[in-house]
C-alpha cells in the first residue's frame, strides 16, 4: 500500500514537501516515481527514483525546482518542491514499479491514492 501526504494550498514561490509511505511490500525492491494530474488533464510524470537512491529522472518542468529522494530504512519517499509555481496545482501521486527507472505511468504497477497540491498565483 501507498500512502501520499504533505500537499496543500501555498503562494507561488513557496515550498512543499510530499512523502509516500510504503506498507506491506519490500520497499527496496522498487523504483519509485511522482506523477501528478492537473483537473481536465492527463497524468504526467514528475520525477523518479532508482532502487538503490542513486540514480534520478525529473521532468523539465521541474528540472532545478523538485528533488526526490527516499530513505529505504523507512519505506519512504520524498518529493521535495521549491519555487512552486500556480502550473505545479494538480493532485501528485506516488507509484511503484519493479523494472527500471521510467517516466511512462502504464510501467508503474502501484499507485497511492493522491495528495492535492494548490498553488496561488
Known amino acids: 500500500q501507498l500512502q501520499a501526504s504533505g500537499g496543500g494550498l501555498v503562494q507561488a514561490g513557496g515550498s512543499l514537501r510530499l512523502s509516500c509511505a510504503v506498507t506491506?511490500?519490500?520497499?527496496?525492491?522498487?523504483?519509485m516515481g511522482w506523477f501528478r494530474q492537473a483537473p481536465g488533464k492527463e497524468r504526467d510524470f514528475v520525477a523518479a527514483?532508482?532502487?538503490?537512491?542513486?540514480?534520478?529522472y525529473y521532468a523539465d518542468s521541474v528540472k532545478g525546482r523538485f528533488t526526490i529522494s527516499r530513505d529505504n530504512a523507512n519505506n519512504m519517499v520524498h518529493l521535495q518542491m521549491n519555487s512552486l509555481k500556480p502550473d505545479d496545482t494538480a493532485v501528485y501521486y506516488c507509484?511503484?514499479?519493479?523494472?527500471?527507472?521510467?517516466?511512462?505511468?502504464?510501467?508503474?504497477?502501484?499507485w497511492g491514492q493522491g495528495t492535492l497540491v494548490t498553488v496561488s498565483s
Open positions: 507509484a511503484a514499479n519493479t523494472f527500471a527507472i521510467s517516466p511512462i505511468a502504464s510501467h508503474y504497477r502501484f
Open positions: 506491506g511490500r519490500t520497499f527496496s525492491n522498487y523504483v
Open positions: 527514483i532508482r532502487k538503490s537512491g542513486d540514480t534520478t
